[in-house]
Structures are given as structure tokens and as C-alpha cells.
């Protein structure tokens, strides 16, 4: 019931190009949903977030798409660029505790 | 504003010794979380801590794992008797008082990691 499933593992997208991760939970409990974004050799990064009672976020090209209904959601990314290209991560969070479920992670090259 | 201050960024122990990383927060943050990244895996949360006080040690393994934040210095991950399936990259993290200021419980500020490595 923990769990965040993210899809896909690895991602390869022109430059210009609209780069698609999706995840989907279980817990119902979770209140606040992260992405983050890490770099090789880098600690992960806090990339944009949403709260379950709204349906899109949008922070210069990276948009957050929300279905309560369907306990999904997924992060966009307009435009690519190369210095898109890190591994990114949704999450799941309760309450104030920082207690933060991840999903597995999907890598993304943009090629230039 | 310095960030989340992480050391040793590489380790390298045999099996059987011990390992001691250690997390000094952002200035201003008093919650300190710690978060294991296994190779091709997600990161995965394994103790909370605020001040001399553990609040959620859940994600820790039952035995040879410790960790502790105290009133002054940094705080502390210890693995005693270390074994190859501890090689991992470990990342603490630190939020100030979860609800104040704007920030969202999720919102987690990350070190750059310590790996370890058991030979």
C-alpha cells in the first residue's frame, strides 16, 4: 500500500521534445506529491510539487498532471533540452513527516 | 546559505568494520532525515530525526543500523559490521519545522550523498 510505481525506467527524447514520466500509488493517505530531479554524483533536487486537490501545476516547462480518480500522475516536460538529462523521481508524502515513499526512477537523455 | 553539508562523500570499508557518516543540516532546519539509494534503485527512506530525538525509525534495519541527532554536531549514521550488501549511496536530508514557512511536508532538502563501498 506503499508503494509509488514509475514508468518508464529510461527515456530518450530529442531535444525540443515533450518527455512523459508517469506514476501511479495506492496509499490513499498521501497529501503532497514531489518530483525530484538528480543529477549523477548529486543529491535529488525538489523539481516542482502538487497537492491532491489540484489537477495540473505548471512551473516554466515542467508541468505536473494530477487524476485523483485514477491515483495517477505525471510529469511533462516541455521543450527538452540536454540539460534536461538527469534521472527523476515522484513521490509520495503524509503528512508533516518527510517521510518521502519514491517511486523507482526513470533516467532521461536528451539527445541534442 | 550553506546547504546540507554531507561527509565523507566516499568510504570504503571491508566487512566487519564499521561506518560513521555524518549530516550537518541547512542552517535553520532542526528535521534531519536519512534515505539509502541501492544501485539502479529508488531511494528509500530509512530513519527521521529531530533534535535528540528519533520520531520515525521505521525504514532502519532492526540490527547493526543506527542513527542519532544530537542537541550539538552533526548527525549520525553508524553501521556496524558492515557487509557487501550495504554498499549503497546514502543521502540525508533536512526540512525546517514541517507547515511553517510555505513549506510543504514534502519539501526535502538533500546533501550530495555519502557512497559507501564494502570490499
Known amino acids: 500500500q506503499q508503494q509509488v510505481k514509475q514508468s518508464p525506467q529510461s527515456l530518450i527524447v530529442q531535444k525540443g521534445g515533450i518527455s512523459i514520466i508517469n506514476c501511479a500509488y495506492e496509499n490513499t493517505a498521501f497529501d503532497y506529491f514531489p518530483w525530484y530531479q538528480q543529477f549523477p554524483g548529486k543529491g535529488p533536487a525538489l523539481l516542482i510539487a502538487?497537492?491532491?486537490?489540484?489537477s495540473e501545476k505548471k512551473e516554466g516547462r515542467f508541468t505536473i498532471s494530477f487524476n485523483k480518480s485514477a491515483k495517477q500522475f505525471s510529469l511533462h516536460i516541455m521543450d527538452s533540452q540536454p540539460g534536461d538529462s538527469a534521472t527523476y523521481f515522484c513521490?509520495?508524502?503524509?503528512?508533516?513527516?518527510?517521510?518521502?515513499?519514491f517511486g523507482q526512477g526513470t533516467t532521461l537523455q536528451v539527445k541534442p | 546559505n550553506a546547504g546540507v553539508m554531507q561527509n565523507p562523500r566516499h568510504l570504503v570499508r571491508r566487512r566487519g568494520q564499521e561506518a560513521r557518516l555524518r549530516c550537518s543540516p541547512m542552517k535553520g532546519h532542526s528535521h534531519v532525515y536519512w534515505y539509502r539509494q541501492l544501485p539502479e534503485e529508488g531511494l528509500k527512506f530509512m530513519v527521521y530525526l529531530q533534535k535528540e530525538n528519533i520520531i520515525d525509525e521505521s525504514g532502519m534495519p532492526k540490527e547493526r543500523f543506527s542513527a542519532e541527532f544530537p542537541k550539538e554536531g552533526p548527525s549520525i549514521l553508524r553501521i556496524q559490521q558492515v557487509v557487501r550488501g550495504d554498499s549503497a549511496a546514502y543521502f540525508c536530508?533536512?526540512?525546517?519545522?514541517?507547515?511553517?514557512?510555505?513549506?510543504?511536508?514534502?519539501?526535502?532538502?538533500f546533501g550530495e550523498g555519502s557512497r559507501l563501498t564494502v570490499l
Open positions: 513521490a509520495g508524502v503524509t503528512g508533516n513527516t518527510g517521510k518521502l515513499i
Open positions: 536530508a533536512s526540512s525546517p519545522l514541517p507547515g511553517t514557512s510555505g513549506y510543504g511536508a514534502g519539501e526535502l532538502f
Open positions: 502538487i497537492r491532491p486537490d489540484v
